[in-house]
């Protein structure tokens, strides 16, 4: 069973920056991890993710504002979010893919963007 634990969302203004963490235990098999999010009345929607090879893969919505890294040892995976806007609003879920094809999402950490 693998724990998924994620820091650093909070309140910031447009334009801004926020970091993201997420920690994950109880595995030692993780191959891929990633962000997805969920604002308000809408799906959650894929963000970015990374492979163990550090292979970064993002949406469209957040390309070039967005990186996403990995600390493959520490089983950690970081979002480095800029130039936020108020539609990037939403929880931010972590989520990780063992290489038994299992998948794990964390509690998620509520990001707002506004004056």
């Known amino acids: 069973q693998v724990q998924l634990v994620e820091s650093g969302g909070g309140l910031v203004q447009p334009g801004g920056a926020l970091d993201l963490s997420c920690g994950a235990s109880g595995s030692n098999t993780i191959n891929v991890m990633g962000w997805d999010r969920q604002s308000a009345g809408n799906e959650r929607e894929y963000v970015a993710v990374i492979t163990r090879l550090s292979s970064p893969v993002y949406a469209d919505s957040v390309k070039g504002r967005f990186t996403i890294s990995r600390d493959v040892a520490e089983n950690t995976v970081f979002l480095r979010m800029n130039d936020l806007q108020p539609e990037d609003t939403a929880v931010y879920y972590c989520?990780?893919?063992?290489?038994?094809?299992?998948?794990?999402w964390g509690k998620g950490t509520l990001v707002t963007v506004s004056a």
């Open positions: 989520n990780a893919i063992t290489s038994w094809g299992t998948e794990y």
